[in-house]
Nanobody, 123 residues
């Protein structure tokens, strides 16, 4: 499955940004989906995940209450709404796909990845 993430850019602290991920598969509902991020010199970090039909979501501790993951299986899209952005949210954001039962938070359990989109939070 090919994934393409887009929507990144430069935003001021406290601002909002919405990322999108387009999937090439016909049956996006067969997969759990997630967003990860990686800042320079740091390991890839789990951000958020959503189950196949959107009934369950998981968030990393650093984004809880600020970010919201959602999906539209008919449009084959996954979204990440990011609010109250902080400079430490600056990173390349990746969408990823998982084909198991439970939603994992470890990046090595995801089988397909998008190319990443850069989010920079700075004044």
């Amino acid at each position: 499955v090919q994934l393409q993430a887009f929507g990144g850019g430069l935003v001021q602290p406290g601002g909002s940004l919405k990322l999108s991920c387009a999937a090439s598969t016909r049956t996006l509902s067969a997969y759990n989906m997630a967003w990860f991020r990686q800042a320079p010199g740091k390991v890839r970090e789990f951000v958020a995940a959503v189950s196949r039909i959107g009934s369950q979501t998981l968030y990393g501790d650093s984004v809880k209450g600020r970010f919201t993951i959602s999906r539209d299986n008919a449009k084959k899209m996954v979204y990440l709404q990011m609010n109250t952005l902080k400079p430490e949210d600056t990173a390349v954001y990746y969408c990823a796909l998982h084909n198991g039962l439970r939603i994992p938070t470890a990046p090595e359990q995801y089988i397909d990845w998008g190319q990443g989109t850069l989010v920079t939070v700075s004044s």
